[in-house]
């Protein structure tokens, strides 16, 4: 079992930069296909897939309207995944949640039934 605990969220103006991070235990992340992502969830609309990493080789993938503006990356030694955020947009608010995958394949799903473990949250919120 995988437990994700995540951290950073806050207020922020438009143009801003904020870095969340997400603490994982219970597994060792450099297993073969282990992969982590971000999901959002704004009010009343459905989660969503931000960007997500494949821990052992690195391999990265982006929700569109995110690209060149945030990062994903994972640390092997403090076990984190952090997902950089430049340049947000009031449109970029919602509570933000970790998660990993459970179906072993090195593949980055965008789905959340792909994912079995999940943060708590934290609450990004960008003012116009």
């Known amino acids: 079992q995988v437990q994700l605990v995540e951290s950073g969220g806050g207020l922020v103006q438009t143009g801003d930069s904020l870095r969340i991070s997400c603490v994982v235990s219970g597994r060792t992340p450099t297993s073969k296909n282990f992969i982590m992502s971000w999901f959002r969830q704004a009010p009343g609309k459905e989660r969503e897939f931000v960007a997500g990493i494949i821990w052992n080789t690195g391999t990265t993938n982006y929700k569109d309207s995110v690209k060149g503006r945030f990062t994903i990356s994972r640390d092997d030694v403090k076990n984190t995944v952090d997902l950089q955020m430049n340049s947000l947009k009031p449109e970029d608010t919602a509570v933000y949640y970790c998660?990993?995958?459970?179906?072993?394949?090195?593949?980055?799903?965008?789905?959340?039934?792909?994912?079995?473990?999940w943060g708590q949250g934290t609450q990004v919120t960008v003012s116009s």
């Open positions: 998660a990993s995958d459970r179906r072993n394949l090195p593949i980055i799903g965008f789905a959340p039934s792909s994912y079995e473990n």
